[in-house]
């Protein structure tokens, strides 16, 4: 069995505080394999925070939501 490879998709563009919808995707050959997404929203070297601990929102799932709040115009 392989591992898994990881694509966390964009380039994604922003607005200054606007929020930006992530979408990762993953692939793996294994068809019993169960997997865990995380990311580092926040540039902490932490995977996976939750709550108050994920300054740019939660770290878990395919799909999660960037808070851009106090970040520059740019591509992220």
């Known amino acids: 069995n392989l591992n898994p490879v990881a ?24 068809t019993l394999d169960t997997h865990d997404v995380a990311w580092d929203l926040d540039n902490d070297g932490i995977y996976g925070e939750l709550g108050i601990l994920a300054s740019r929102g939660n770290e878990t799932g395919l799909t999660p939501t960037l808070n851009t709040t106090g970040l520059p115009l740019g591509l992220y």
């Open 7 to 30: 694509n966390a998709g964009g380039p994604y563009a922003a607005l200054p505080n606007q929020p930006v919808n992530l979408t990762g995707s993953f692939t793996d050959s294994g």
